[in-house]
């Protein structure tokens, strides 16, 4: 199974495509407010990349694999824990999207798959374990103070990342 820990905003992930939509599609300055946040345009880009470590060492046991989400999206970082033989099911929508990707989206036109292919979209890193194991991964994080879902599973495959919408 696939579970998402929460990222604490865009983290290392598309600042080239953030600064063409917000200072040139929205034209806003980094003093002014970010839309829907609450904060200024400076405050989301500059929020303190989360560690993740005390979410995870607890459950470091039941995990199979880590994906650190950074530059390249889920996908471009989800693949390289995948073996050959296996793919990753994505499942979109799984997840609340927080309201700085839906404005970058909305404001610069993004394209969902270009959303998909160069944002974390609130997911800072992965972590691969059994079915049986999700709760106990779920609970480690919990009490770390870090949001998850269960955003996919592991299938036979080719050693890809695939996305399907949520059921």
């Known amino acids: 199974m696939l579970v998402g820990y929460a990222a604490s905003g ?3 992930n598309g ?3 953030l600064r063409r939509v917000i200072f040139g599609d929205l034209a806003l300055g980094l003093d002014d407010p970010f839309p829907e946040t609450g904060a200024s345009v400076g405050e989301v880009l500059l929020a303190v990349h989360r560690s993740y470590f005390r979410s995870v060492w607890p459950a470091r046991p039941l995990l199979h694999a880590l994906a ?3 530059g390249g999206g889920i996908s471009g970082n989800l693949v ?4 050959d033989n296996v793919d990753a099911v994505v ?3 799984s997840w609340p999207v927080p309201a700085p990707f ?12 270009e959303m998909r292919n ?3 979209l609130g997911v800072g890193l992965i972590a691969v374990c059994a079915p049986g194991d ?8 919990r009490g770390a103070g870090v949001e998850t879902w269960e955003i996919g599973a592991m299938t036979a495959g080719s050693g890809q990342v695939r996305w399907e919408a949520a059921p």
């Open 102 to 113: 839906r404005v970058v989206q909305d404001g610069g036109s993004v394209s969902g798959e």
């Open 134 to 141: 999700v709760a106990a991964v779920r609970d480690a994080a």
């Open 68 to 70: 650190h989400i950074t």
């Open 118 to 120: 160069v944002f974390n």
């Open 91 to 93: 499942r979109d929508g």
């Open 10 to 12: 865009f983290h290392t």
């Open 80 to 83: 390289r824990v995948l073996p």
């Open 15 to 17: 600042y080239s495509l």
